[in-house]
């Protein structure tokens, strides 16, 4: 298997700025964004110590499908795409919370559940529900971004009331949020797949509201294999999902959930192996198309040359 890329660290020509996320390193060039997609892998809010090979490129090149085909929604920061692993797009001011949309129950919403809460974000949900069940419909459950931490559940109107985004834009972010998730649940269905949940991110670009960061990806969607769904569900049988849920089951089960005092478990090769390929399978799977590994030699050295030769236009 091939080393995945852990961080970067270019100085490029025209660059204002860098800053390295939980899993991108993002360049400033002015107004101008360039934000690369490491193979680094993140759960609970803690960055795992292993890269996950492919990941990234993975990411980035779903990422970059899916806001093509949902550009006529919404505007989306994206420029263009000059590398598997880069995408070139707008430094738009993002809203200071994420626009999470649930149509099952199913991850943080279940555990929530099943502990007797019968309210998330605001919204009441009914009685009855088992683990998985698709919601009599769609529900938003917005979290704040947190730059440090876990990000934090907030309903609608904390949101308003606390000034992090004005009614009438949070408004238009709703109506985004349910228009996306729509598109998103009917290219799933097309692939034969079930869109569980997902979140979203808006920031605005000269006064306007654009979706930016990646759209329907493993790390930021869940999705069920519809086929075999209902009777699944009917016999209490686990889903078989595609998401990164297993890999915060696999931290579970070894006694990491982000806590104070807990210990990151070992990722052997093995099963940093096992989650490249389950990346590579979503993406064959949400796309409809092969996957092809990049083989260069050098990723960081292809990187760098593809970018620059962008850079050069800006």
């Not at 993002?94 to 559940?113: C, D, K, N, Q, S």
């Not at 306007?208 to 075999?228: C, K, M, Q, W």
């Not at 590994?293 to 970018?307: G, Q, Y």
Request: aromatic share 10%; glycine share 8%.
């Amino acid at each position: 298997m091939s080393k995945g890329i852990k961080y970067t660290d270019f100085n490029l020509p025209k660059q204002t700025d860098r800053y390295v996320g939980k899993v991108r390193d993002v360049y400033s060039f002015g107004d101008k964004l360039l934000m690369v997609a490491t193979d680094r892998i993140s759960a609970f809010d803690v960055v795992l110590p292993e890269p996950i090979p492919f990941k990234g490129q993975v990411l980035n090149q779903i990422a970059a499908i899916m806001l093509e085909k949902t550009k006529d929604i919404v505007p989306n920061w994206v420029i263009s795409v000059p590398d598997p692993n880069v995408t070139l797009g707008k430094k738009c001011e993002p809203f200071p919370v994420e626009m999470v949309i649930r149509g099952y129950l199913t991850g943080h919403a279940w555990r929530e559940y099943r502990d007797g809460k019968r309210t998330l974000c605001g919204v009441a949900l009914p009685d009855g529900l088992k683990e998985h069940d698709k919601l009599p419909n769609p529900i938003i459950t917005p979290t704040t971004k947190a730059h440090e931490g876990h990000d934090e559940d907030i309903s609608r109107e904390e949101i308003i009331k606390q000034g992090l985004v004005t009614e009438e834009d949070y408004s238009k972010l709703e109506e985004y949020t349910f228009k996306l998730f729509e598109r998103g649940t009917k290219l799933a269905a097309e692939q034969g797949l079930i869109l569980v949940d997902t979140k979203y991110e808006f920031g605005k670009y000269n006064g306007v509201i654009n979706l930016i960061d990646e759209v329907h990806t493993p790390d930021s969607s869940r999705y069920f294999y519809a086929e075999g769904y209902e009777k699944r569900q009917a016999s209490g049988e686990q889903q078989k999902q595609l998401s990164k849920e297993f890999v915060r089951q696999w931290l579970i089960a070894n006694g990491f959930q982000g806590k104070d005092g807990q210990q990151i478990p070992e990722m052997t090769e093995e099963f940093v192996d096992s989650v490249s390929e389950r990346y590579i399978e979503l993406f064959e799977q949400i796309t409809g198309m092969m996957f092809i590994k990049d083989s260069a030699d050098n990723i960081l050295e292809r990187i760098k040359k593809n970018v620059e030769k962008t850079i050069d236009k800006i």
